[in-house]
């Protein structure tokens, strides 16, 4: 009996391996073809710009207000450390660095996750579940080039600029609560940020962290839309496993984009 249970979690495991692979088997092919593959660039165009209002300028409130309140909510926290070692004029510095290398791109692709994520992979799964996908290719028109690959440009475009608006705001809602609140001198703060922060080694990494997430987030949003059970069930299991793979994700390579950026190695 022991040798059977066994010999069935190392069946398991097998099995589970082998649909891992099978699963990123096909979101690369999914991909592949969806950014590869032919279509009209006109109508293309049209469609992702329809798409970058609905996935970006749609996002904008929830990002706007979170990275408001998150940068108030640092500079209170770096005041009232700080003052404790008499350098609460470094308030500006840290609250900078601290959004543009780490909180601007991670917060950003979480939210975006939760709120473009989800949304486009339900979008999908209902026009899966209700047969327009099926109806596209029967006339002749590749689904993915026309409702997939808009989709897959709109959030690689409209994530990276909203975590830049999500670390502008939150510096600028910082210096509201440290120097209109706190009595920290504004030039002190303003003359240390700029000090301090490097155009290489803060501003572009932070974007290319922000790059790399809404390359995941999106291709996992739009695969589990695309590749879910057509049904009511199938479509909310396919969005709630967005919101978990793609915060899991983001976090995971959040750590290995830091190691390799800021690692010294």
Known sequence: MRNKSLMDRVRLLGRSAIDIVAVLGRSGLFLVHALLGRGGAGSSFQ???????????????????????????????????????????????????TLLRELGPVVTALLFAGRAGSALTAEIGNMKSTEQLSSLEMIGVDPLKYIVAPRLWAGFISLPILAMIFSVVGIWGASWVAIDWLGVYDGSFWSNMQNSVSFTNDVLNGVIKSVVFAFVVTWIAVFQGYDCDPTSEGISRATTKTVVYASLVVLGLDFILTALMFGDF
């Open 47 to 97: 469609l992702l710009v329809k798409q970058l209002y609905s996935v970006g300028v749609m996002s904008l409130v929830i990002i706007v207000v979170s990275g408001m309140f998150i940068g108030m909510v640092l500079a209170l926290q770096g005041f009232s450390i700080l003052a404790k070692y008499g350098s609460e004029q470094a308030v500006g510095q840290m609250v900078a660095l």
